[in-house]
């Protein structure tokens, strides 16, 4: 288990909350990008100073250094700089979506929660969705069709590989920084199946609408966004993970998380959650209700405050274990 001294951290928060305010705009898909520069953060805190300066050194490499890790003016002070830098990595994949380094089914895998038995049946058989958890022999970083489990094994290997090369384990770290904190938003790991409505899915809660206080969303962007849509590394965002990594009860749920370091795992853990908590009875209502006329949209769905208190837990809960988890992966690929 890897461990940092708590001496001088005050320090370093302080200079954040004042220095740490701007990054690229681009549009964010998954816990958006405060929760994954969170994951980020927590990883960083877990980290050994050795395995800190191996990961600078690496993403120093990435083929899109320069335009992307390299901090401004007004992020001073080398500690300031570095934590900048690693929380960058966790959005670069975010940041190139649209470009020819995007691989979109990456981010998630589609395990199904069909809404009855029927669904079940009729559906079962012919869904095409990619649920392997084995590598394809031929896969690269340059392969697309390869989901989240797939994905994070094959960098996990290129990481530690001795034949890989400096700019390809920079780009397995950044991918890695992003990826672990993808597998750990339910709905990444599951989507919902119905014989009329959803019959290819409905992309991870993307197609379940959900009242908003100023705009509807959907069920998807509702856990995407439960630590908000800013997209900066700012004070707010680090006073955030010090208080998560002050919180004795996730940081044992931390702990406990580096036990279970297969991908696999993670998306089990996921999908229950998913069951048990994402879908709730209120959702599946909404969606057996649009079930019975597909041509008509489903009416948002207005979640209850005992929902909403459910999802912060469960939330704050992930992006700690998916932090602990990372330091665990990142300091196993880059000795």
């Known amino acids: 288990m890897m461990t940092q001294p708590n001496r001088g951290r005050r320090i370093v928060v302080a200079g954040l909350v004042l220095l740490l305010v701007s990054s690229w705009a681009a549009p964010a898909r998954s816990w958006w990008d405060s929760g994954h520069r969170l994951v980020a953060l927590i990883a960083?805190?877990?980290?050994?100073?050795?395995?800190?300066?191996?990961?600078?050194?690496?993403?120093?490499?990435?083929?899109?250094?320069?335009?992307?890790?390299?901090?401004?003016?007004?992020?001073?002070?080398?500690?300031?700089?570095?934590?900048?830098?690693?929380?960058?990595?966790?959005?670069?994949?975010?940041?190139?979506?649209?470009?020819?380094?995007?691989?979109?089914?990456?981010?998630?895998?589609n395990r199904?929660?069909?809404?009855?038995?029927?669904?079940?049946?009729?559906?079962?058989r012919q869904l095409k969705v990619n649920l392997d958890s084995n590598v394809p022999t031929t896969a690269t970083l340059s392969t697309q069709e390869l989901n989240v489990i797939?994905?994070?094994?094959?960098?996990?290997?290129?990481?530690?590989?001795?034949?890989?090369?400096?700019?390809?384990?920079?780009?397995?770290?950044?991918w890695l920084c992003h990826m672990v904190g993808d597998v750990h938003q339910p709905c990444h790991s599951t989507a919902s199946f119905t014989a009329r409505r959803f019959p290819r899915g409905d992309r991870g809660?993307?197609?379940?609408?959900?009242?908003?206080?100023?705009?509807?969303?959907?069920?998807?962007?509702?856990?995407?966004?439960q630590f908000g849509s800013g997209r900066a590394l700012n004070g707010d965002l680090v006073r955030r993970a010090a208080s998560l990594l002050a919180d004795a009860t996730l940081v044992s749920a931390g702990r406990r998380a580096?036990?279970?370091?297969?991908?696999?795992?993670?998306?089990?853990?996921?999908?229950?959650?998913?069951?048990?908590v994402v879908y709730s009875p209120t959702i599946l209502r909404a969606i057996r209700r649009g079930e019975s006329d597909p041509q008509q949209a489903i009416p948002a769905v207005e979640l209850s405050d005992d929902y909403a208190r459910q999802a912060r837990t469960v939330s704050r809960r992930r992006v700690v274990e998916a932090g602990f988890r990372l330091a665990e992966v990142l300091s196993e690929g880059v000795r």
């Open 44 to 109: 960083w805190d877990r980290m050994d100073a050795t395995t800190r300066m191996r990961v600078l050194k690496l993403l120093g490499k990435h083929p899109q250094a320069e335009k992307y890790f390299t901090p401004g003016d007004q992020v001073q002070g080398v500690q300031l700089r570095h934590r900048w830098i690693v929380s960058q990595a966790a959005v670069w994949s975010d940041l190139v979506r649209k470009t020819d380094r995007d691989r979109p089914t990456w981010h998630y895998i």
């Open 112 to 124: 199904p929660l069909f809404l009855s038995a029927d669904d079940r049946r009729v559906l079962g």
């Open 150 to 174: 797939q994905a994070i094994t094959l960098c996990r290997r290129r990481l530690s590989a001795r034949d890989a090369t400096e700019a390809e384990r920079a780009l397995c770290v950044t």
């Open 205 to 225: 809660g993307n197609d379940v609408p959900i009242r908003g206080d100023k705009k509807d969303i959907n069920l998807h962007m509702y856990w995407d966004g």
């Open 258 to 276: 580096t036990k279970r370091l297969q991908p696999a795992a993670w998306v089990t853990e996921s999908h229950l959650l998913a069951r048990k």
